[in-house]
């Protein structure tokens, strides 16, 4: 099994955080370090969710051909792009027994791991680490922030389901088997945190060398303390270290970017950007509380920090299992209540609309993405967007065919404008064949994942 | 016990002593409880082999055992440790099943009688006594958002805001721990704004924040390394919650003389000493004074580690001066300096945190601010309503903690708190009136306490309309601390009646359909019943006498066990009256969020010793929280490695 899935051993990672420290920033920018071509814009991946799974005959195309020209209403909002997506009917999720009574917290927390948690410390956070942390491992260290994690609700829900941590509830992302990943849910944090305090896209922050300098003593002091601690708090600690150790990058990217700045001021041309790709995209922070206008906002923020190379690897949970309301389409029910419907037209009705909006907003992400200009061809044709949720059908709770659109071709890996009525793979497979198409080199299989799904790459 | 008895100094004995005697009752003496004990476990070990297991290997184990696992289920590990915390799952879960009669399934080719299952149910009530004696792990804690602003602020006298880009969290019971790139980023941008804010500009007159922080700048020809040696023990005595070694001062000290080196001036080079406090990992998480002794397992909290749990726990925030005087005279852990430090901070307005954290967490509060109402149906859910609803609910827990009532007077009260907007929901807006909040003593027997409070009542409906269902889980689960299944995944549906008399039947026949399929009827009889009984109140908390057709409320009922009642004052009767129920699930609650964690394993025999305690003392809720304080897994840790299922690990 192992040679099968296996993408390329170039590199194998081991651990989180894999120290891709301080000297690759040097060569930091979109040419792969030890080739020589010309500057080919790197794969951006991203990910978003919504719970509860999908109105199945409102979403799966009818056929392979009709796929482009008649596309199934939930999918309308993509018909501009439909060309640049990719559907596959077949998808399997993990086998959630003996979580039967926690659907909802393994729907959101094996969506990314293709895992189940430790059922002998399910108390405790004890899964696996998620696709996207495997790519920002990976992929991280080239550009400032190693990824994106944005959320539209605060994941702060507690519903205790099978004995199982509240944090399978609301988190997706893990950086380590024990170490969920919170998520950013206000827009103007998001924004300073790209690009500093100015509002102004493209501009960055002022970094203090002094602040790194001084966080690298701290992180002296704390391997100090960590040889006196009991095994556990060793573990903590770790995770301490980890995360300071990501700050010191991005002040030393922020300080690269400054000095890249300083040059081409000075009219020394290091730019690795085209002439004719876009400028950056404007963000508008919405004064209301609009759910549309919030996840576009975010939605923004995803496409900007693509497109300026900020990162490489986003997540936004779009939506939570727990008690969401969408007023904007004239009903206050709450999801989940409307998933249940037992055929009734009414329920099957909203829990469609809500489908439809959900996946409307993914498709304003992509479409904008599809009209910025990158290299030879746009932003879009370098990404790799993942829509998906992690139930097939709330109402049974049915995982055989998992609802997933891709979109983007990931450099020229994904092969689009196709519908696959007849996948055979579970998410783990996904996960891989993705990981794959980015370029992100695996030492193991995702999850359950036994091998690549190649019929959705260009090379089958 | 005997060997917790040689820790640390005789103070220690006489406190863990104070803890043995309490353990059993009747007995005096240690080693008499040594011999309760063991009895307890002789029996325990007994009815596991002969009750549990035969039951087991007969009426399970064909679909759940040995290398079968119907549903993912298998009770082979269990049957091997049954003490174990990781098996204390899976006997709940058995305990749930076998009580509702949903295992052995119907089509089982034998089915126990009445006496085997209450025999099992018994004898797996037993197994506690299998657990060994273990305060669960106290990793090193990170505090949460709410608590490093707070520290933020009685620190460096910075608004609490200031950490307000933290993302939220879940604390208490479920608390993560964990820390992520993006909240060390934030924590170095907010410790910079903190210090803007206090400092002041680069070359200006010092502030007084300064002054207070730093001192006074060395004169010419001083030892200023010495000074700032000085300065860095007395921040990090405060930020650290506890005395600073040698080495940590070393650290604080090159940072100081890496400002220095790059030419800043004498006050910037304490502050970036100072930035490099907020963002060590002494400052964010709660770090042991001492280093554990060696080839212990199981250690008491030192003194300073306890002044920050117990004050973390009450306030949300650092200890204050008393506290770390006490920590630093190693007196703090001595059970009556204990007992009188838990009334003064209960006593202190900061433990409105017991709620924010505890209360409102407990109660379901929480979702109620950003909770979707029909806002046609209910123009009342403004924003000034939602928090003169939570309002209430806090002012109402702190009066039942600070006057020291009985824990049953959450349930049954014969007074609540009231402004001019919630007077409305209680048809006493003549009464009441304005913004000013008052006690407010209630006549209407069907209100007072929690089950006919307006803000619970709101969270348990949906957006348009009451839920029998939700109100009843809520009751039970949250108020008596039972446990309900969660409903089997493919949910049969009710609909499956004519549509037409469906839609003609009341909310409560309606929901009545439950009981009448059998696959729904074991759990609906117990929890519908309360919620009708509730049913008076409309989804925001309202009295009504007709539903929303027009019909007429029928809030009659019967629960298990024959207890009927025709109205929310009787129902509520009938719940006060389950005085152990109420005190044991409040207990269990704040000891699991005061510990971080999920109770599991030994716990049940520490809150079983609790409750004696506390219900000796007429369930004062001051005892109840005092004796959490004062309890074995509160005071001790251990420390030995865990063993983390290495398939996991990456």
Redesign the interface.
């Known amino acids: 099994m192992k040679s099968n899935f296996l993408i390329n051993r170039r590199t194998c990672l081991k651990?989180?955080g894999a120290t891709l420290a301080l000297p690759l920033l040097e060569s930091m920018g979109w040419a792969e370090p030890d080739n020589g071509k010309p500057d080919k814009p790197p794969v951006r991946l991203g990910f978003m969710y919504m719970p509860h799974g999908v109105i199945m005959d409102q979403f799966w195309p009818a056929d392979a051909q009709s796929f482009l020209s008649s596309p199934p209403p939930a999918l309308e909002s993509l018909r501009p792009v439909l060309d640049q997506c990719l559907l596959m009917k077949g998808i399997s999720g993990v086998a959630?027994?003996?979580?039967?009574?926690?659907?909802h917290a393994l729907e959101l927390s094996t969506w990314l791991t293709a895992m189940l948690p430790?059922?002998?410390?399910?108390?405790r956070?004890?899964?696996?680490?998620s696709a996207d942390q495997i790519a920002a491992n990976y992929v991280g260290g080239f550009t400032s922030l190693?990824s994106l994690?944005l959320a539209t609700m605060?994941?702060?829900?507690?519903e205790?389901?099978?004995?199982l941590?509240?944090?399978y509830y609301t988190h997706c992302s893990f950086?380590?088997?024990?170490?969920?990943?919170?998520?950013?849910?206000?827009p103007r944090?998001v924004l300073?945190?790209l690009f500093g305090k100015s509002d102004r896209p493209g501009h960055i922050r002022q970094a203090d060398p002094?602040?790194r300098?001084?966080?690298d003593?701290?992180i002296?002091?704390?391997k100090?303390?960590r040889k006196?601690?009991?095994?556990?708090?060793q573990?903590?600690?770790d995770?301490?270290l980890?995360?300071?150790r990501?700050?010191e990058r991005?002040i030393a990217a922020i300080e690269f970017r400054q000095k890249e700045a300083a040059l081409e001021k000075a009219g020394v041309s290091v730019s690795k950007r085209n002439a004719s790709d876009s400028p950056p995209i404007e963000v508008k922070i919405p004064e209301g509380d609009k759910r549309s206008e919030y996840m576009q906002v975010m939605c923004d923020l995803n496409v900007l920090a693509f497109q300026t190379d900020t990162t490489r690897v986003s997540t936004y949970i779009g939506s939570t299992p727990n008690?969401v309301?969408y007023?904007e389409l004239g009903f206050?029910?709450?999801h989940h209540?409307q998933t249940?419907h037992?055929?009734?037209a009414e329920k099957v009705r909203k829990v469609a609309a809500i489908t439809a909006f959900n996946i409307a907003q993914f498709a304003y992400m992509v479409k904008k993405m599809h009209g910025l200009r990158e290299g030879d061809g746009t932003l879009l044709d370098n990404c790799i967007m993942m829509w998906g949720s992690g139930l097939e059908d709330g109402n049974?709770?049915e995982r055989k065919n998992l609802p997933f659109i891709i979109a983007g071709k990931g450099g020229g890996s994904i092969n689009t404008g196709r519908f696959l009525p007849d996948t055979k793979g579970n998410q783990g497979d996904l996960l891989t064949t993705l990981l794959g198409c980015a370029g992100v080199p695996l030492d193991r299989p995702i999850g359950i994942a036994t091998k690549q799904i190649t019929e959705m790459t260009t090379r089958s | 016990m005997r060997m917790l008895g040689t820790f640390g100094s005789g103070v220690m004995t006489v406190a863990l002593l104070g803890f043995a005697v309490s353990l059993t009752l009747p007995c005096k003496a240690e080693p008499a409880d040594d011999a309760d004990f063991v009895a307890l476990q002789v029996d325990a070990r007994k009815s596991f082999k002969e009750v549990v297991t035969p039951f087991v290997d007969t009426y399970c184990s064909r679909c759940h055992g040995q290398d079968r696992q119907r549903g993912g289920i298998n009770f082979a590990p269990a049957l091997k440790k049954p003490g174990e915390s990781a098996s204390s799952h899976r006997w709940k879960q058995a305990v749930a099943m076998v009580k509702s009669h949903d295992m052995p399934p119907d089509n089982a080719p034998k089915q126990p009688t009445e006496e085997e299952r209450q025999k099992f149910l018994d004898g797996i009530g037993k197994i506690k006594f299998l657990s060994s004696k273990d305060p669960g792990a106290f990793v090193i804690r990170r505090l949460t958002k709410v608590e490093y602003g707070n520290t933020l602020h009685d620190l460096l006298g910075v608004d609490q805001k200031v950490a307000d880009d933290l993302p939220d969290e879940v604390f208490g019971e479920g608390y993560l721990n964990t820390l992520s790139p993006l909240q060390s980023e934030q924590y170095l941008a907010i410790a910079n704004e903190a210090l803007d804010r206090i400092l002041g500009p680069k070359d200006g007159t010092p502030t007084k924040a300064q002054k207070r922080l730093f001192g006074q700048t060395p004169g010419a020809g001083a030892d200023e390394r010495a000074a700032a040696r000085k300065v860095a023990r007395s921040l990090a005595r405060n930020a650290y919650r506890r005395p600073p070694t040698d080495p940590e001062l070393d650290v604080l000290v090159r940072v100081f003389d890496l400002a220095r080196e790059n030419k800043l001036a004498y006050p910037e080079a304490l502050r970036l000493m100072l930035k490099a406090v907020l963002v060590s990992p002494q400052f964010l998480f709660i770090t042991p004074a001492m280093e554990a002794e060696s080839g212990r397992s199981i250690v008491p909290l030192d003194d300073h580690q306890l002044a920050s749990r117990l004050s973390y726990l009450l306030w949300a925030t650092m200890p204050d001066a008393e506290l770390s005087t006490l920590a630093d005279r190693g007196k703090l852990h001595e059970p009556a300096v204990l007992r009188a430090q838990v009334k003064r901070l209960l006593e202190d307005p900061r433990s409105r945190a017991l709620f924010d954290g505890f209360g409102a967490q407990w109660l379901g509060l929480g979702s109620l601010e950003g909770k979707t109402f029909d806002t046609a149906k209910f123009p009342q859910m403004t924003g000034a309503m939602r928090s003169a609803m939570y309002d209430e609910a806090r002012l109402f827990f702190e009066s039942i903690v600070r006057e020291n009532r009985s824990v049953v007077s959450l349930v049954d009260c014969d007074y609540t708190f009231l402004n001019g907007t919630l007077a409305e929901l209680y048809g006493l807006d003549k009464k009441v009136t304005g913004p000013r909040w008052r006690k407010v003593k209630l006549t209407d027997a069907n209100r007072g306490g929690i089950l006919g409070m307006p803000g619970i009542l709101a969270v348990t409906s949906f957006p348009d309309r009451t839920s029998p269902v939700k109100r009843g889980v809520w009751v039970l689960e949250q108020v008596l601390g039972e446990h309900v299944p969660p409903p089997p995944p493919n949910v049969p549906a009710l609909e499956k009646q004519d549509k037409q008399t469906v839609e003609n039947l009341t909310l409560r026949q309606r929901t009545e359909l439950h009981v009448k399929d059998p696959t729904c009827a074991n759990c609906h009889k117990v929890l519908d019943p309360i919620g009708f009984g509730l049913e008076n109140f409309d989804a925001i908390g309202r009295w009504r006498d007709q539903d929303d057709a027009g019909g007429a409320i029928d809030a009659a009922g019967e629960l298990l066990g024959g207890k009927r009642f025709a109205s929310p004052k009787e129902l509520k009767t009938i719940i006060a009256a389950r005085t152990d129920d109420l005190a044991r699930n409040v207990t269990e609650k704040l000891l699991a969020y005061a510990l971080c964690r999920q109770l599991e394993g030994y716990d049940e025999i520490v809150v079983d010793n609790l409750m004696e305690t506390i219900a000796k003392d007429g369930y004062r809720m001051q005892t109840l929280i005092t004796e959490i304080v004062k309890s074995y897994p509160f005071t001790h840790r251990r420390i030995q490695e865990q063993q983390i299922a290495s398939s996991h690990e990456k």
């Open positions: 651990g989180i959630i027994a003996p979580f039967n009574g926690a659907p430790d059922a002998n410390t399910r108390n956070i004890n899964i696996g680490i190693p994690e605060p994941q702060t829900h507690k205790n389901q099978e004995g941590n509240e944090g950086r380590s088997a024990t170490q969920p990943v919170p998520a950013e849910i206000n944090s300073n945190r002094l602040d300098q001084m966080l003593l701290v002296g002091g704390a100090d303390l006196k601690l009991p095994q556990d708090d573990h903590k600690l995770e301490y980890d995360s300071v990501a700050v991005r008690g309301s007023p206050r029910n709450e209540s249940h037992n055929n009734e049974i709770h």
